[in-house]
C-alpha cells in the first residue's frame, strides 16, 4: 500500500527518512474529474511535474508544511533532494505517464524540465503534460504557484546573480534566523545550519522591522534567473515581487536560452522593476553589468556593497576581516569560509539584513556560526592524507573563485587536483570551453570528464598540458577518470570535484578506491 498522507506536516526539521521511491496505486478508470479552482479552499491537492529539481523539490516541501496534498513524478531522484521528499512521505511516481491524471488533483504544478518535446518516434516526451492540455485540466508553474500561495502578504528578500546564489541566499537567511525573526525560505540547496532546503517561516515577525511594512513575515529566496516554464519564458524571479532584492553579480551563463549578457541584463532589469518604491535594491558596486541594469532605471531605495566607496565594503582577508557602512567599521566576520568571492556573498548579505532592521555586528556574529551549504566545498571524507571535496561549481568563473579560495586557504605548497564535469546546458555547448585553461590554472593536475561533450575537451585544456603525464587528463568515464586520480594522488593532496549534478558518485567511488588500494 502506498503511504497516505492526511495531516499537515510539522515542520520539516527532522532526521532524514530512509531510501525509496513509492509507487502510487492508479485508478484503473483514467477519466479525471472535474477540478476545483485552486482559490476555493486554502487545502489542495497538487501534482508536481518534475519535483525532485532543487526549486520544485523545495516548493513541494513547503506546500507539504501548509496543509497541501503533495504528490510527484520525474525521471529520476537523487540526493539531497530526493531524501528531504522522502523523509516528508510524499508519494514519487517515476516517469510522465499519461495515466496520472487519475490521482485527480486541484491542480498540476509544472517544473520547466517539462517541454512539448517529441522522442525519435514522434510520440511526446511528456505525455502528461499531453493529456493535462487535451482534457483542459488547471495547471501553473512553480514559482507562480508559489507566489500565489505562499508569498502573499510576506516580505520577501530575493537573492539574485549568476555566482553564489544558494550560499548568499543560506547566509541571509541564518542572519535573519540567529536575529530572532524566523524567516521563510526557499533555497536551492541545503544550508548545514538548518538541514533543510525550505520552510514557511513564522506567521508574522517575531521583532518589528523599520518602515511601513514592519510587521509582514520575512521569507528569502533564491532568486533564479532561468526561464520559468515552456509557457511562460520570463525569468522566475519576476514572479516573486521582492521588497528586498539582492543582486550578486551578473555575467553571461545560460546560453541555451540566452543569446548574449544583453538578454540577461534585461532580464534582470524586469526583477528591479517590481521592487516598489519603499523597497531596497542591495548592488554589488564592482560589477559594471549591474551597473548597467540599474542606469536603465531603478525606482527604489539602493544599497551597494563590495567597492571601496559602496555603502557596505570590507578590510582584510577573506577569512577575518572588517565591515565597514559608508567608511566606518561597524563589525568583524572571521568565520572558516574561504574566497573573495565568500567575503562579497558575506557583504550583500550583511547589506539585505541591515534594510529589514538587523545591525551588522549581529550580522556578523551570526556568520561566525554560518556551517556552508552542502556542496559548495564539502569535505566528503580524507583517506591516507587524502581530502575529497564536492562542489556545486559548474561555470567557469565559478571554478576559479572555488580554485582561487582554496588555493588562498592552503597556500603555495599543497597540491589541488582539480576534477571536473562540464554539465551544464551552457557548458555542454562549448559555450564557455576558450575560458577552462584560466578556470583551472589554480590547480596541480586537472581531470575532465568528457561523456556527453560534443566538442574536443582535450583540445580546449591544450594550453594546460594534456595526456598521461601532463597537467591535464580527460576520460571518457568515471571509472577511468577515478582510476586516473588514484593513481596521481598523494599523500596531503586536496582532491576538488565539480559539477552540478551527481557526478556518478564519483566522490564515494574515489574514497574508496583509495582506501583499498594497496600500501
Not at 156 to 180: D, F, N, P
Not at 184 to 206: C, K, T, W, Y
Not at 292 to 314: I, P
Amino acid at each position: 500500500m502506498p503511504l497516505q498522507i492526511s495531516a499537515p506536516l510539522l515542520p520539516l526539521q527532522r532526521d532524514i527518512g530512509t531510501a525509496g521511491v513509492w509507487a502510487l496505486g492508479l485508478s484503473a478508470d483514467p477519466a479525471p474529474k472535474p477540478c476545483r479552482p485552486s482559490l476555493e479552499s486554502p487545502a489542495m491537492h497538487i501534482h508536481i511535474l518534475g519535483i525532485c529539481g532543487t526549486f520544485m523539490g523545495g516548493l513541494a516541501a513547503l506546500a507539504r508544511e501548509a496543509g497541501h496534498k503533495v504528490t510527484g513524478c520525474d525521471a529520476g531522484v537523487y540526493p539531497p533532494m530526493s531524501d528531504q521528499l522522502r523523509a516528508l512521505g510524499i508519494e514519487l511516481i517515476e516517469g510522465f505517464g499519461a495515466d496520472q491524471l487519475a490521482l485527480q488533483p486541484d491542480m498540476f504544478v509544472v517544473g520547466n524540465v517539462v517541454s512539448r518535446a517529441r522522442l525519435a518516434d514522434g510520440s511526446p516526451k511528456f505525455p502528461l503534460m499531453e493529456a493535462i492540455l487535451d482534457a483542459g485540466l488547471p495547471y501553473t508553474s512553480g514559482p507562480q504557484w508559489l507566489a500565489e500561495h505562499v508569498l502573499q502578504g510576506r516580505h520577501v528578500l530575493a537573492v539574485a546573480g549568476t555566482h553564489g546564489k544558494t550560499t548568499t541566499t543560506s547566509m541571509l537567511t541564518w542572519i535573519l534566523e540567529s536575529a530572532g525573526l524566523q524567516p521563510g525560505f526557499l533555497i536551492g540547496g541545503v544550508p548545514l545550519n538548518f538541514g533543510i532546503s525550505a520552510r514557511l517561516g513564522a506567521d508574522q515577525r517575531p521583532v518589528p522591522g523599520p518602515g511601513t511594512q514592519a510587521q509582514r513575515p520575512l521569507f528569502v529566496i533564491e532568486a533564479d534567473e532561468y526561464d520559468t516554464a515552456f509557457f511562460d519564458k520570463r525569468s522566475k524571479f519576476v514572479h516573486y515581487r521582492p521588497r528586498t532584492a539582492v543582486l550578486n553579480n551578473l555575467e553571461f551563463d545560460h546560453a541555451d536560452i540566452f543569446d548574449d549578457l544583453a538578454a540577461i541584463e534585461r532580464q534582470f532589469h524586469h526583477l528591479v522593476r517590481t521592487v516598489p518604491p519603499s523597497g531596497r535594491v542591495v548592488v554589488n558596486g564592482l560589477e559594471e553589468s549591474l551597473t548597467r541594469v540599474l542606469n536603465t532605471g531603478c525606482w527604489s531605495q539602493v544599497s551597494s556593497f563590495g567597492a571601496a566607496v559602496s555603502d557596505f565594503s570590507a578590510e582584510g582577508d577573506p577569512q577575518a576581516f572588517d565591515v565597514l557602512h559608508q567608511g566606518r567599521k561597524v563589525a568583524r566576520v572571521e568565520w572558516a569560509l574561504t574566497g573573495m568571492h565568500n567575503q562579497l556573498n558575506a557583504l550583500a548579505a550583511i547589506a539585505a539584513a541591515h534594510d529589514v532592521g538587523v545591525e551588522p555586528a549581529v550580522a556578523a556574529a551570526a556568520l561566525g556560526q554560518f556551517q556552508n551549504v552542502k556542496r559548495r566545498m564539502e569535505l566528503r571524507g580524507t583517506v591516507r592524507g587524502i581530502a575529497v571535496y564536492d562542489d556545486f561549481a559548474h561555470h567557469p568563473t565559478a571554478l576559479r573563485t572555488t580554485l582561487d579560495g582554496l588555493r588562498r586557504s592552503l597556500g603555495a605548497k599543497a597540491r589541488i587536483l582539480a576534477v571536473f564535469e562540464p554539465r551544464s546546458n551552457t557548458m555542454k555547448l562549448g559555450a564557455m570551453k576558450s575560458q577552462l585553461p584560466w578556470a583551472l590554472e589554480p590547480a596541480d593536475l586537472v581531470f575532465c570528464h568528457t561523456a556527453g561533450l560534443d566538442w574536443d575537451a582535450a583540445d580546449a585544456l591544450a594550453p594546460l598540458g594534456v595526456g598521461p603525464g601532463q597537467r591535464a587528463q580527460t576520460a571518457p568515464d568515471i571509472a577511468t577518470l577515478v582510476d586516473q586520480i588514484t593513481q596521481a594522488a598523494r599523500p596531503g593532496d586536496h582532491v576538488v570535484c565539480m559539477s552540478n549534478g551527481g557526478f556518478g558518485g564519483i566522490h564515494s567511488r574515489l574514497l574508496e578506491t583509495l582506501a583499498n588500494q594497496p600500501l
